[in-house]
């Protein structure tokens, strides 16, 4: 397929503020926004017009796949985690 990308996102606290400028970047950047939904929540102001996928506690798996299946439809894919 395509060109995709992953973007492996720590959030820091959680506040916009906190976030380095290369994480807001690559929410920015990102066509789908995967993460747990608590983070999702938190960058709210980032994901209008993007594809989000969340997901529960414990589906790490889950998260990991879909990353990788969209990053190999050509897709801009940016994991979002804590820290």
């Known amino acids: 397929m395509g060109n995709g990308s992953i973007f492996v996102v720590g959030l820091g606290p959680g506040s916009k503020e906190y976030r380095t400028i290369r994480a807001q970047q690559a ?35 889950f998260r990991a796949r879909i990353t990788i299946e969209k990053a190999l439809e050509g897709k801009k894919v940016a994991l979002v985690s804590s820290g």
Not at 34 to 42: C, D, F, M, R, S
């Open 27 to 61: 929410l920015e950047e990102a066509d789908v926004i995967v993460g747990y939904n608590t983070y999702l929540k938190i960058i709210r102001d980032v994901t209008e017009g993007k594809e989000v996928i969340g997901a529960k506690m414990k589906e790490e798996l």
